[in-house]
């Protein structure tokens, strides 16, 4: 059983940074895409951030230009900077890997959710 967690949300200032990480682990033979999902309160959950195994990346446009994702694969952790946070960015963030099980089966698994929180 392969687990997500979060870290890193909390309360910031408009125009501030935050730094998120999302640490698996757990039996595995290799993830494949990690990424970074939001769900604001009365929202379906929306893409943010994802990241492939040979690190191509892709981002929603609400948040291109202002945030980076990045992961360590010797880790198996993926981080999502952000900068110049809004109001509009305050959402739970959800961390997703497509990982790929001893049966050679690609799955999904998902975090816990960690809580960001841009409020002066």
């Known amino acids: 059983q392969v687990q997500l967690v979060e870290s890193g949300g909390g309360l910031v200032q408009p125009g501030g940074s935050l730094r998120l990480s999302c640490a698996a682990s757990?039996?595995?033979?290799?993830?494949?895409?990690m990424g970074w999902y939001r769900q604001a309160p009365g929202n379906q959950r929306e893409l943010v951030a994802t990241?492939?195994?040979?690190?191509?990346?892709n981002y929603a446009g609400s948040v291109k230009g202002r945030s980076t994702i990045s992961r360590d694969n010797a880790k198996n952790t993926a981080y999502l900077q952000m900068n110049n946070l809004k109001p509009e960015d305050t959402a739970v963030y959800y961390c997703?890997?497509?990982?790929?099980?001893?049966?050679?089966?690609?799955?999904?698994?998902w975090g816990q959710g960690t809580q960001v929180t841009v409020s002066s």
């Open positions: 757990g039996i595995m033979f290799r993830i494949n895409a």
């Open positions: 990241i492939t195994s040979g690190d191509s990346t």
């Open positions: 997703n890997a497509k990982v790929v099980g001893v049966g050679r089966i690609e799955y999904d698994v």
